[in-house]
């Protein structure tokens, strides 16, 4: 017979096994702190020593990091999916700002088809609740915290499409956005019209998932980020018209 006894699983790789699906699910996230020993310990229903021999098995595995006097994290490598010498390269190639929001319209269209199809109700809760902080945000002209809210949203779609790759790839993909590798986020938002036109995209991103209509829910993410994607490229024009203005005035001044 090709069966073979099972062996029984020491308590500290139950913990392991537990944490490790929390990191790929994308509940824990990078940079998130882990609760003090002794109140995971308590929550998980284990001893110390088996928690210790748990993290130290993560740590090994580069999933979880030590920082003295401060706790254990889950490791921010787990959202780095570029090397530093390739995003340098992509920050400096004109067409990336639309071969990335090309790629997002891609992988958000299917996540958010998917999602109007397989997201629980507690997925499209967060998604809802995350649109009703940008409205109060709005409402209080915050532009910094509706851009923060901005990623989240999008973020909150993947992750009710409840698929594990698309995630960790998104999650580091909009690591770059939030840096300012692809295009500068903070410039869209500081114009009040275009703020009210996302704010209305995303209403209707949202309403399509709360029907659950697959179909209606990709083609708003596509309206969305070609929305984007033509408010860039007429910032482009404009920067370089003012360019071109300005070496106009240096040489009459000269």
């Known amino acids: ?21 929390l990191i790929l699910q994308g509940i824990l996230r990078p940079g998130e ?25 993560l740590q090994q595995a580069g999933l979880l990091t030590s920082r003295p006097g401060s706790g254990i994290y889950v490791a921010e490598v787990l959202g780095s999916a570029f090397a530093p010498a390739l995003v340098r390269l992509i920050s400096r190639h004109e067409r990336a700002p639309y071969d990335y929001l090309d790629f997002r319209k891609d992988i958000e269209g ?15 809760g967060v998604i809802a609740a995350t ?3 940008m409205e109060k945000a709005r409402q209080v002209n915050d532009a910094q915290v509706e ?9 909150a779609i993947v992750e009710a499409s409840h698929n594990i790759i698309a995630l ?22 500081d114009d009040p019209a275009i703020r009210a036109a996302l704010l209305d995209q995303h209403r209707a991103i949202n309403a399509a998932l709360q029907d659950r209509d697959g179909p209606r829910a990709r083609q708003a993410i596509v309206v969305h980020l070609d929305f984007v994607s033509t408010r860039l490229a007429a910032q482009a024009r404009s920067d370089a018209n003012a360019d071109i203005a300005r070496l106009r005035l240096r ?4």
Do not use: C, T, W
């Open 168 to 189: 960790h790839m998104m999650r580091a993909m909009y690591d770059l956005l939030r840096e300012g590798v692809f295009y500068n986020r903070a410039r869209l938002f």
């Open 33 to 57: 702190r882990l609760p003090a020993e002794r109140e995971l310990s308590e929550s998980l229903g284990v001893s110390r020593p088996s928690l210790r021999e748990a993290i130290a098995d």
């Open 110 to 124: 299917l996540a958010a088809e998917r999602a109007a199809r397989h997201a629980s109700d507690a997925d499209l």
């Open 251 to 254: 040489h009459i001044a000269e």
């Open 147 to 155: 851009s923060a809210l901005d990623v989240q949203f999008h973020m």
């Open 1 to 21: 017979m090709p069966f073979q006894k099972i062996p029984a699983q020491k308590l500290s790789q139950a913990v392991q096994s537990q944490i490790e699906s």
């Open 131 to 133: 649109l009703a902080q």
